[in-house]
C-alpha cells in the first residue's frame, strides 16, 4: 500500500493536476506524502528489527495499516476533490474567467492542506504512541531524526501557509481588478446598449445623406453643365445684339447725320431762322430756392425741351433745331453753329445772335472766358483754319469790327473816341456803320487782342440778376472775302451778336441811369419781337426802323442771310416765367421764313 505513495506516484498526480494554479503546493504535499512514506517504510524496518518487539511491531503494523488504510482514503478524497476542482476550473475558465476558478481552487488547496495539516499531526502522535514505549532510551539520536524531520515539516508547512496566504492575497487584489475590470465593462455594455440605436439611426442617416450627397453632385454637375451651356448661348447672343445693336447705332447716327443735313438744306431753301436753346447750370443764388420733385427744365432729346411752370403744375414741350443742357461744352456749341458760320466764306451773310433774360448766358455762349471762349473766339478761328486750307485756290482776307449799341446810339468798341456813328441802310437794302474801324486780323491772337479791348469797353453794371450785366446789345462783325484765283470773288460778313438781356426791372432792381438802360433794351427788344412777327406774318412791312438793333440787323433778318438764334435760359423755377417768354419768343422766331439766301459773288 505504502508503495502508491512513492514520489513517482506523487509526480503522476502533479501532472493530472497539470495547470492547475496550485501546483507547487499540491507538489510539496506530495513530496511531504512520500517523505512521510518513506519514514513509515524505515520505521517498519526498524520494527522488525527489533525482533523482541515483533509483536508490538506487529501491532504497530495494523496500526500503520490502518493508518495507511485512512491515509489512502484521504488520497482517494483528494483524487475526487482534484477531479472536481479541474471540472470546475474548465467551466470556471469558460464562464467568468480564470480569477474565479483559481480562487475555487485556492478555497480548496486550502482545506486540503488543513486535512493534511490535521493528518500529519495524527501521524505524529501515532507515531509517537508507537515509539513512545519502544524506544524510551534506547535510540534517542532517532528520536532526534524523528523530531528534527517533524519540524522541518512543520516549516515547510508553515512556508507553504505564508505562500498559500500571499496566493490568497494576489487573488484578492486580482478579483478587485478583475471587479473593476467587470465594472467598467458594465458600464461600457450599458453605454453601448444605449448607443448603439443612436449609432444605428446616425449610421442610417449618414448613409441618406451619402445618398442624398451623391445626388445634389450630380444635380449640381448636370445644372453647371445647362448653366454653361446656357450663358455661352447668351454670350453669343448678347455679342450678335451688340453686333446688331453697334450696326444699328451707326445705321441710326448715319440716319440722323442726312436727317440733319435734309433739314438743314429744307432750312436753306426756306430761309428759315435756325435756334438753338442752350440752358445754363443752376447757380448759387438759385439753387436754394429750387423746388424738390418735378425738374423746371427737361430734356426729351437734342431737340426737345420741356419746361415745368410749378405754379400751375403744367409743363409745356418746345421744339427747336437743337437743344443744349447744362453741361454742354463751348465746342459742342459751336459744333453745331460751324457749317452755317464757315458758309461766310463762300460769300454768304451770316447772322448769329443770342437772345435771353438777363443773366442767362448769351455773354458766356458768345464771348466766354479766355481760357473758355465762345463763339467769336471760335468762329473767327474756324475761319483762318478755312483759309489755311484754301490757300492754294483761294486768297482771303478777313477783318473785324465791333460796335455796341447802348441807350440807342452806336459805339465803336475798337475806338471808343471815336465820333458818334449810325446806321444806315444802302439801297440795296444792305446795312453798314460809316465811319465804323475795322480791323485786319490775321491770327486768332490778334481776334483774342481785339475782343480783350472791345470787352473792356463795353458797358457793364452789376445788377441783382447778373454781377456783370451787359447794359448794350454787342455786335463782332466779320467781314470775309475770297477770291477764286482765276475766278469770282464772294464776300461774306457774319455778325455775332450778343444782345442786352431783357429785364424785370423790378426783379434786377435798378433804378436811375440803370433804369433808363433797361427801359432801351427792353425797347429795341420788343422792336425786334415785332420784326419777327412781321416776317412770320410776311406782312409787306417789316418795321426795320424802330429801334437801332433791327435796323443794324436789316440784312441779316431779310431777305439773304443765314440766321441762327441761340436762345439762352435760366434751369430754375423763379426764372420760368421769363425762360417761358424766350421759348415762346423763338418758337415764333422760328417760323420765319427769310427765303434763299444769296451768294454774294462779284465778278472779277
Ligand atoms: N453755360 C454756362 N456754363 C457755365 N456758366 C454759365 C453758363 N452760362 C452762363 N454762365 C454764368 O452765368 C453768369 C451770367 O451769364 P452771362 O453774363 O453770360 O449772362 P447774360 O445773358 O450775358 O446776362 P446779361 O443780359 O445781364 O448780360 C455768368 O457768371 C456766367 O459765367
Ligand atoms: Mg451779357
Known amino acids: 500500500m505504502l508503495k502508491d505513495l512513492t514520489p513517482q506516484h506523487a509526480e503522476k498526480s502533479a501532472k493530472e493536476v497539470g495547470c492547475l494554479a496550485q501546483q507547487p503546493a499540491v507538489d510539496s504535499l506530495r513530496a511531504r506524502g512520500a517523505a512521510l512514506a518513506a519514514e513509515a517504510a524505515r520505521l517498519s524496518e526498524a520494527a522488525e528489527q527489533a525482533a523482541p518487539q515483533a509483536k508490538i511491531a506487529e501491532k504497530a503494523e495494523r496500526t500503520l495499516r490502518k493508518l495507511q488504510q485512512k491515509f489512502e482514503e484521504l488520497e482517494a478524497k483528494r483524487g475526487r476533490l482534484e477531479g472536481e476542482l479541474r471540472g470546475e476550473q474548465a467551466s470556471a475558465e469558460a464562464s467568468s474567467g480564470a480569477t474565479q476558478g483559481s480562487s475555487r481552487a485556492e478555497a480548496e488547496a486550502r482545506q486540503r ?8 499531526k495524527e501521524l505524529e502522535a501515532q507515531l509517537a504512541k508507537i515509539q513512545g514505549p519502544q524506544h524510551a532510551g534506547a535510540d534517542a539520536a532517532k528520536n532526534r531524526q524523528q523530531d528534527e524531520a517533524i519540524a522541518a515539516a512543520e516549516r515547510e508547512h508553515l512556508a507553504l501557509q505564508q505562500q498559500l496566504e500571499e496566493r490568497g492575497r494576489a487573488v484578492a487584489k486580482a478579483r478587485e481588478a478583475d471587479a473593476g475590470i467587470a465594472a467598467q465593462l458594465a458600464k461600457l455594455q450599458a453605454a453601448n446598449g444605449r448607443l448603439g440605436p443612436r449609432l444605428r439611426l446616425l449610421q442610417a442617416a449618414s448613409a441618406k445623406l451619402r445618398d442624398g450627397q451623391g445626388q445634389a453632385t450630380a444635380e449640381a454637375r448636370a445644372a453647371k453643365q445647362a448653366f454653361a451651356e446656357d450663358m455661352g448661348r447668351a454670350i453669343e447672343a448678347a455679342r450678335r445684339l451688340g453686333e446688331e445693336a453697334g450696326a444699328m447705332q451707326a445705321n441710326y447716327s448715319a440716319a440722323m447725320d442726312d436727317r440733319k443735313k435734309l433739314h438743314n438744306q429744307i432750312l436753306d431753301l426756306k430761309g428759315n431762322i435756325r435756334v438753338f436753346v442752350r440752358v445754363r447750370p443752376m447757380n448759387a443764388k438759385e439753387k436754394p430756392t429750387e423746388p424738390t420733385g418735378e425738374a423746371t427744365v427737361s430734356f426729351r432729346d437734342d431737340t426737345n425741351i420741356g419746361l415745368f411752370d410749378a405754379q400751375h403744375s403744367r409743363r409745356k414741350w418746345f421744339e427747336f433745331d437743337q437743344v443744349f443742357d447744362p453741361n454742354s461744352s463751348q465746342a459742342s456749341v459751336f ?21 435771353g433774360q438777363t443773366g442767362s448766358g448769351k455773354t458766356h455762349t458768345m464771348t466766354g472766358t479766355e481760357k473758355d471762349p465762345g463763339l467769336n473766339t471760335n468762329v473767327l478761328r474756324e475761319l483762318f483754319h478755312i483759309r489755311d486750307e484754301r490757300k492754294n485756290e483761294y486768297d482771303i482776307s478777313i477783318s473785324i469790327a465791333i460796335t455796341e449799341i447802348y441807350n440807342e446810339t452806336v459805339r465803336d468798341l475798337l475806338c471808343p473816341t471815336a465820333k458818334k456813328l449810325d446806321v444806315k441802310i444802302n439801297q440795296d437794302g444792305s446795312t453798314g456803320v460809316p465811319g465804323l474801324t475795322e480791323l485786319k486780323v490775321d491770327t486768332v491772337g490778334d481776334v483774342m ?8 469797353n463795353r458797358a457793364t453794371t452789376s445788377t441783382d440778376m447778373n454781377e456783370q450785366s ?68 410776311k406782312n409787306p412791312h417789316t418795321p426795320y426802323r424802330n429801334s437801332k438793333l433791327t435796323m443794324m440787323l436789316k440784312d441779316s433778318l431779310g431777305g439773304d442771310s443765314k440766321t441762327l438764334m441761340i436762345v439762352c435760359a435760366s434751369p430754375a423755377q423763379t426764372n420760368v416765367t421769363e425762360t417761358s417768354s424766350s421759348l415762346n419768343f423763338a418758337s415764333r422766331a422760328r417760323n420765319v421764313e427769310l427765303g434763299k439766301a444769296k451768294r454774294n459773288a462779284v465778278a472779277n
Open 113 to 120: 492542506n488543513q486535512a493534511l495539516t490535521q493528518r500529519v
Open 335 to 355: 459744333e453745331e453753329a460751324k457749317p452755317l458760320a464757315t458758309s461766310t466764306l463762300d460769300g454768304y451773310n451770316v447772322c448769329i445772335f443770342a437772345y
Open 449 to 456: 487782342k481785339c475782343i480783350k479791348e472791345a470787352s473792356k
Open 470 to 537: 451787359s447794359r448794350s446789345h454787342s455786335i463782332v462783325t466779320v467781314r470775309t472775302q475770297s477770291t477764286l484765283r482765276g475766278g469770282d470773288t464772294y464776300i461774306g460778313k457774319v455778325h455775332l451778336i450778343d444782345l442786352a438781356g431783357s429785364e424785370n426791372t423790378n426783379k434786377s432792381g435798378v433804378t436811375g441811369q440803370s433804369m433808363k438802360e433797361a427801359q432801351n433794351i427792353n425797347k429795341s427788344l420788343s422792336a425786334l419781337g415785332d420784326v419777327i412777327q412781321s416776317l412770320v406774318a
